[in-house]
């Protein structure tokens, strides 16, 4: 994905709901997707993964899926928590071609109290 | 187990300065990536070494360059400095299976200021 600088697009969710963050990917041979979260001052933190033969994971309050025919990647957060508060980048891989990850531009969460 | 460690946390260098970044994977991970981060361009892939050899190189110039020790730590180096290199430079590690790709793992980063 294209960065889009300071403007990141944001997301303003009410603390205890669902947040959805969506990102479209780039090439159609990437086989592995990461989705990272980044607080102010910090590295990126892995968050969830998934590889191009699944559609759907799950992890602790997170849930990835991934649509390879419209080249589409969203990150579902359940009962969101001020701690959620912070940028999230989706990631992918060409599996063949060892670590080289292609971010895309990211998107702010901010949660409400 | 102790995170991707990077030092220096901090550095301001002058325009044609050089500088070199330091890494240190999480132990047992012998591939370690190299990252840039700006607010213009966002986070873009410098470079992959595995094996104390370059594995995957990104669209930077020349004066970007890294290497690998056999403990696996890892160098980045920028030579002739120009105010575009100011950035938060991240690092990541992974273990490395008999999987094609393995998570990676950042580090805290090191921001560099070029003045």
């Known amino acids: 994905g294209e960065s889009v600088g300071l403007h990141l697009p944001t997301l303003s969710v009410q603390e205890g709901d669902n947040s959805i963050i969506n990102c479209a990917y780039s090439?159609?041979?990437?086989?592995?997707f990461i989705w990272y979260k980044q607080e102010s001052g910090k590295g990126p933190q892995f968050i969830i993964d998934?590889?191009?033969?699944?559609d759907k994971r799950q992890g602790q309050r997170v849930t990835v899926l991934l649509n390879k025919t419209v080249k589409h990647l969203s990150l579902q957060i359940a009962a969101t928590q001020p701690g959620d508060s912070a940028v999230y980048f989706c990631?992918?891989?060409?599996?063949?071609?060892?670590?080289?990850?292609?971010f895309g531009g990211g998107t702010r969460v901010l949660v409400k109290p | 187990k102790a995170g991707v460690t990077q030092t220096p946390r901090y550095l301001i260098k002058t325009r044609g300065q050089q500088v070199t970044l330091s890494c240190s994977p999480i132990?047992?991970?012998?591939?370690v990536s190299w990252y840039q981060q700006t607010p213009g361009q966002g986070l873009q892939f410098l470079f992959e070494?595995?094996?104390?050899?370059?594995?995957n190189k990104g669209n930077f110039p020349g004066r970007f360059s890294g290497r690998q020790f056999s403990n696996s730590r890892s160098e980045m180096n920028v030579s002739t400095l120009e105010l575009g290199d100011s950035a938060l430079y991240l690092c990541?590690?992974?273990?490395?299976?008999?999987?094609?790709?393995?998570?990676?793992?950042f580090g805290p980063g090191t921001r560099l200021t070029v003045l």
């Open positions: 990541a590690s992974s273990f490395v299976s008999s999987a094609t790709t393995d998570t990676q793992y």
């Open positions: 090439n159609s041979a990437s086989d592995y």
């Open positions: 998934i590889r191009s033969n699944m």
């Open positions: 990631a992918e891989n060409l599996g063949h071609a060892g670590n080289k990850l292609t």
């Open positions: 132990s047992g991970h012998r591939s």
């Open positions: 070494y595995f094996s104390e050899t370059q594995r």
